[in-house]
Structures are given as structure tokens and as C-alpha cells.
Antibody, heavy 116, light 109 residues
Framework: EVQLLESGGSLVQPGGSLRLSCAAS????????INWVRQAPGKGLEWVSA????????LYADSVKGRFTISRDNSKNTVYLQMNSLRAEDTAVYYC?????????WGQGTLVTVSS | QSALTQPPSASGSPGQSVTISCTGT?????????VSWYQQHPGKAPKLMIY???KRPSGVPDRFSGSKSGNSASLTVSGLQAEDEADYYC?????????FGGGTKLTVL
């Protein structure tokens, strides 16, 4: 069974940093691209970042470019999202999802709250 | 790129059919057959309902169908059931980016 499990969300002050993790199981992790998608409270879905199966290619939404870094460790079946210079507008539930030209599996999400 | 355009709400009675639209441009919806639709119940993660415009994943009822014409895509839910009440999001791949619609809240009356 394919499973994606996010962790690392918490309350952080503006300007702070946080690292999210997405642990995968039930499939050949190194064969799939993984994306991060976020959802602000009461709002819609927003694509954040993507990483290729090998990790050699990454993409970012303009809203997070230069502040967030996506990476993966295929030996640990885990994708990371390092978030720096956090802003109030980054407050959201962050989902990781498997990308196959669409999102076929999603994690349950982890909540990031940026507030003083 | 701007988000795709969806109506904020839609509704229908049990057994009826409802269609939700998703409008983009020739650079996204109109330019690729990578339109997908997701269902999200409150407090839950999104669930894939339709991919590549009109394909249904295993386990999704055939009451759900998708189509595309020009720069607009549609999701039709036939034979509405109470459990179909949820938010629905369309999505399109576009040039190293993924766009989502703003979401449509489907109410089963």
C-alpha cells in the first residue's frame, strides 16, 4: 500500500525556519517525482515545489523561490522541504504528493503556523 | 500564471447530475491533456477523482466523469449521493508548474 507521511510542522515565528519531512513506503520511491502542495486555512490548493526521482531537478513556485529548498534521500525514502525566512502567508497545511503528471497519492498533511 | 477559474459553489439534489467547470488558457488547460480533478472532504487530504482529462482511477465510481473543450475542462457527477458533498479542485500541468483552480464547494441538497 502506498503511503506518504508528513512531519515537522509546528508554530514558528516570522523570519524563522522549519524543515518538513515526507516519508514514503509501499512503492519504489526512487522512481517517482514528489511534490509539496499547501493549503492555507479556508483556502484552496497551491503548488509549492517539486523534485525529480533522482533529485537532480527541482522546481519552485515564485512565492517560495529563494526561501524554500526541496531535497530527497532515496536511501531513506524521504523528501524534505527546508523553509527559511518564513512569513505569515506561509501558514498552511503542507501536503506531499506523488506526481505522475497528476497527484495519485497524497499524505495526510502537516500544519505550519507562522505567527509571533 | 494565474489560478484556473472554478465556480465557488454548485449544488444538486440526490440522484441529479452536476457539472463543475474549470477555465484556463491555451497555455495550460488548452495546451495539455494533463487536467486532473481532486475531491476533498473537510479536514482530509485531497483524493484523485479524474486524471488526464477523462480517466478514472481504480475505485472511483463511474458516476464521476471528466471532459475538456478548448481551454475549459469539466467534471460531471451523475446520480448525486450524500457522500459526494465536498470541495472539488481542478488542476493542470503547465511548463514546469502546476496550477490549481480555486475550488468548488459541492452541496447535496
Amino acid at each position: 500500500e502506498v503511503q506518504l507521511l508528513e512531519s515537522g510542522g509546528s508554530l514558528v515565528q516570522p523570519g524563522g525556519s522549519l524543515r518538513l519531512s515526507c516519508a514514503a513506503s509501499g512503492f519504489t520511491f526512487s522512481s517517482y517525482a514528489i511534490n509539496w502542495v499547501r493549503q492555507a486555512p479556508g483556502k484552496g490548493l497551491e503548488w509549492v515545489s517539486a523534485i525529480s526521482p533522482s533529485g537532480d531537478a527541482t522546481l519552485y513556485a515564485d512565492s517560495v523561490k529563494g526561501r524554500f529548498t526541496i531535497s530527497r534521500d532515496n536511501s531513506k525514502n524521504t523528501v524534505y522541504l527546508q523553509m527559511n525566512s518564513l512569513r505569515a502567508e506561509d501558514t498552511a497545511v503542507y501536503y506531499c504528493a506523488r506526481w505522475v503528471n497528476y497527484y495519485d497519492y497524497w499524505g495526510q498533511g502537516t500544519l505550519v503556523t507562522v505567527s509571533s | 500564471q494565474s489560478a484556473l477559474t472554478q465556480p465557488p459553489s454548485a449544488s444538486g439534489s440526490p440522484g441529479q447530475s452536476v457539472t463543475i467547470s474549470c477555465t484556463g488558457t491555451s497555455s495550460d488547460v488548452g495546451g495539455y491533456n494533463y487536467v486532473s480533478w481532486y475531491q476533498q472532504h473537510p479536514g482530509k487530504a485531497p483524493k484523485l477523482m479524474i486524471y488526464e482529462v477523462s480517466k478514472r482511477p481504480s475505485g472511483v465510481p463511474d458516476r464521476f466523469s471528466g471532459s475538456k473543450s478548448g481551454n475549459s475542462a469539466s467534471l460531471t457527477v451523475s446520480g448525486l449521493q450524500a457522500e459526494d458533498e465536498a470541495d472539488y479542485y481542478c488542476s493542470s500541468y503547465v511548463d514546469n508548474n502546476v496550477l490549481f483552480g480555486g475550488g468548488t464547494k459541492l452541496t447535496v441538497l
